[in-house]
C-alpha cells in the first residue's frame, strides 16, 4: 500500500516495504543459486545428478585429510561438490566464465594454451591431490593437450590419483598418457543421452568405481 504524505513523495507501507524486501532476497538468492545451462557450441553435456555424485563420493573417500581437488572441464562435479563439502578446497579449470560469478576457485582454461601452461597456471603447479579431467573434445589432440596441464598441476609424490571421464574411442590414448590406468565398471551417464559411449578410467585402486 501506498502512503500520500502532503510533505513529501508518495511513500510504500512498512508491510508493503517488507514485501518487497522478501521479493527482492528471493530473486538474488535465486540468481546465486542459477547455474550456466549447457552450450552445446562449447561441447558442453552435463552429468546428471547420479554420475555427479558418484563421482563425488570417490573423490572424498580417496582425498587424504586437508588434500586439494581440481575438476577440469568437469564443472557439474565442482559445483556438486562446493554444495556437500564447501570446506574441501576445490577448483575448476573450466573455459565458460559463466562459472567465475562471485566465486575464487575458478580457473579459465583454454586447452589451446598448452604451450604457455607452466606461464599461465604456475600457482598451481604441482598442487593436486586428485583429478577429474573431461577432455570437451573427443579427439587425440584434445587429449594430449588437456593431459599437460594434468601432469603440471598434479602432485608427483605423493602420486596424483586421476579420474578420466571420456568416450570409449579415447581408451588408447588414456592408457597412453597415463600409464596403469584402467576402465571401471562405473559408466558415466549425462542428462541428455549422448550418442558417444562414455566410460570412466582410474590409475589407482578405486573405492566406489568397480560397480555399476
Known amino acids: ?3 500520500d504524505d502532503d510533505d513529501g513523495p508518495p511513500q510504500l507501507s512498512a508491510e508493503t516495504l517488507k514485501v518487497l524486501q522478501e521479493w ?3 530473486q538474488q538468492q535465486n540468481k546465486a543459486t542459477d547455474e550456466p545451462k549447457e552450450d552445446w557450441h562449447l561441447s558442453q553435456f552435463w552429468y546428471n545428478k547420479e554420475t555427479a555424485t558418484r563421482l563425488m563420493n570417490e573423490v572424498i573417500a580417496i582425498l587424504p585429510q586437508y588434500g586439494k581437488c581440481a575438476c577440469i572441464a ?4 565442482w559445483s556438486l561438490m562446493h554444495k556437500e563439502y564447501p570446506e574441501i578446497e576445490n577448483i575448476l579449470f573450466e573455459y565458460d566464465i559463466r562459472f567465475a560469478a562471485n566465486n575464487k576457485s575458478f580457473i579459465k582454461y583454454d586447452y589451446n594454451d598448452d604451450d604457455r601452461i607452466e606461464e599461465i597456471y604456475a600457482p598451481w603447479k604441482h598442487s593436486f591431490d586428485v583429478l577429474i579431467v573431461d577432455p570437451p573434445f573427443l579427439s587425440r589432440e584434445c587429449f594430449e593437450k588437456v593431459s599437460r596441464l594434468v601432469k603440471f598441476i598434479g602432485k608427483p609424490t605423493p ?3 586421476h579420474i578420466i571421464c571420456t568416450g570409449t574411442i579415447q581408451e588408447e ?3 597412453e598418457c597415463f600409464p ?3 576402465r571401471v565398471a562405473f559408466q558415466p551417464r549425462h542428462e541428455r543421452n549422448l550418442m558417444n559411449p562414455f566410460a570412466c578410467f582410474v590409475d589407482y585402486e578405486t573405492k566406489t568405481l568397480n560397480t555399476e
Not at 568437469?74 to 562435479?77: F, H, I
Open 173 to 175: 590414448n588414456v592408457k
Open 24 to 26: 527482492q532476497q528471493e
Open 159 to 161: 602420486q596424483c590419483k
Open 180 to 182: 596403469g590406468a584402467y
Open 74 to 77: 568437469c564443472p557439474t562435479v
Open 1 to 3: 500500500m501506498i502512503t
